[in-house]
Each structure stands twice: as structure tokens, then as C-alpha cells.
């Protein structure tokens, strides 16, 4: 069975750093597009970074460009959300996906889903 695990998430003050982790079982991505969504408290899902397995090419959200960086290590099946200069609008549970297809824009796009893990950054 396909499982992806999502850890690293917690409280971070403004300004600060970190490390999501995404780990896939039974799921080898090396096809379509991988990604990371989040939720924030009475928000809608939103997309906030995508990463395309073919060539690698990666796309973030506006909201997130030039402070968090996807990546992903092939070696242990990981995928990685590098979030820095942290906002209090960053907070909300953060979602990987797994075997995108299409325009890997949407949530309905992906067939595989982890569980979530929380960030909350404080001012």
C-alpha cells in the first residue's frame, strides 16, 4: 500500500525556519509531479510549491517564492519543504502529494496524499 508521512512540522517564531519532511512507501516517484499543499485555519487548500519528476523544474506560489525551496532525495524517497523568513500566514497544516498529473495545479490532480502536519508561526 502507497503512504506518505509527512514530519519536521511545529511552532516557529517570525523570521524563522523549517524543515517539512515527506516520506513515500510503496511509491516510487519517478513520474508526474509531486507537491506540497497547505491549509490555513477556515481557508481552502491551496498549492504552495510543485515539483515536476521529469526534468525536476519546480513552481511556487507567489505567497512562498524566494522563502521556501521543494526538494526532493531520490536515495531515500523524501520530499522536502525547505520553509525560511517564516510569516504569520504561514501557519496552517501542510499536505504532500504524490503521482500529479495533468496541469499539477489542483488538489484533484493528485493521487496520493499524506495526513498533514501543523505549522504555526507566531509574531
Known amino acids: 500500500a502507497v503512504e506518505l508521512v509527512e514530519s519536521g512540522g511545529g511552532s516557529v517564531q517570525t523570521g524563522g525556519s523549517l524543515k517539512l519532511s515527506c516520506a513515500f512507501s510503496g511509491y516510487t516517484y519517478n513520474s508526474g509531479c509531486v507537491a506540497w499543499f497547505r491549509q490555513a485555519p477556515g481557508m481552502e487548500l491551496e498549492i504552495v510549491a510543485r515539483r515536476y519528476t521529469r526534468d525536476g523544474e519546480t513552481v511556487y506560489a507567489d505567497s512562498v517564492r524566494g522563502r521556501f525551496i521543494i526538494s526532493q532525495d531520490a536515495a531515500d524517497n523524501t520530499l522536502y519543504l525547505q520553509m525560511d523568513s517564516t510569516k504569520p500566514e504561514d501557519t496552517g497544516v501542510y499536505y504532500c502529494?504524490?503521482?500529479?498529473?495533468?496541469?499539477?495545479?489542483?488538489?484533484?490532480?493528485?493521487?496520493?496524499w499524506g495526513r498533514g502536519t501543523q505549522v504555526t508561526v507566531s509574531s
Open positions: 502529494a504524490g503521482l500529479g498529473s495533468g496541469t499539477c495545479r489542483r488538489s484533484s490532480e493528485y493521487r496520493y
